[in-house]
């Protein structure tokens, strides 16, 4: 697997590309924005894109969802727990910057599926705590974990918005998270990768 990035919207949200060498399919994880330019990574990159995943339901990582569902006709999957965030901007922290944003997943999944997309298996860990649906995706092959806004290095989310919960996100991650392997990379939803075993560690939160 190779794993591509674009920084995108006004906070700087990570959207991801998991890509599958081989074949050339790809995963979209948590397109904030900027639909338009992720597109052109996609078709620059020669890449089929074959489903979008979304750690979570707010508006700076959904923002870019419609874009490239309507040009590629991909799935938009979250944890079934944030399904109503994404179409309510008062809980998806849209209305907060004056953004209509609602959307409907095409479908949810809860803690323990496992997918498989792209030629790649996907552990879905539901991690609740930033929001009621918050969700980490892992894929043990590769030894990656996909945090969103779980887990930052050295940080975690912010707990102040609508369905947060300190209490809850510590849990998800000490009872969660921190049952990978030490060496699995985590890529963050904002910010710079890090290590799980560097997390239990340094992470001050925790």
Do not use: W
Request: charged letters at 25%; aromatic letters at 8%; proline letters at 5%.
């Amino acid at each position: 697997m190779k794993i591509e990035h674009d920084v995108v919207g006004m906070v700087g949200t990570n959207c991801y590309f998991a890509i599958n060498e081989e074949t050339k399919e790809c995963l979209v994880i948590d397109p904030g924005d900027n639909a338009k330019r992720l597109a052109q990574k996609i078709t620059d990159g020669g890449y089929t894109p074959v489903a979008i995943l979304l750690t979570h339901g707010h508006f700076d990582h959904i923002m870019g969802v419609e874009g490239l569902r309507a040009q590629f006709h991909i799935p938009v999957y979250v944890q079934e727990d944030d399904a109503r965030m994404l179409e309510d901007p008062a809980l998806n922290a849209g209305a907060m910057i004056g953004a209509n944003v609602s959307l409907k997943a095409d479908r949810t999944v809860k803690d323990g599926d496992v997918l498989s997309l792209a030629g790649m298996e996907i552990q879905v860990l539901h991690t609740p705590g930033h929001t009621p649906g918050g969700a980490c995706y892992y894929f043990p092959k590769e030894e990656v974990l996909f945090s969103g806004d779980t887990l930052f290095c050295e940080s975690v989310g912010r707990t102040d918005l609508p369905g947060g919960s300190m209490s809850a996100l510590i849990r998800s991650i000490k009872e969660k998270v921190f049952k990978l392997p030490d060496l699995t990379i985590v890529y963050t939803g904002h910010g710079e990768p890090t290590k799980i075993g560097d997390e239990k560690r340094y992470n001050p939160f925790i």
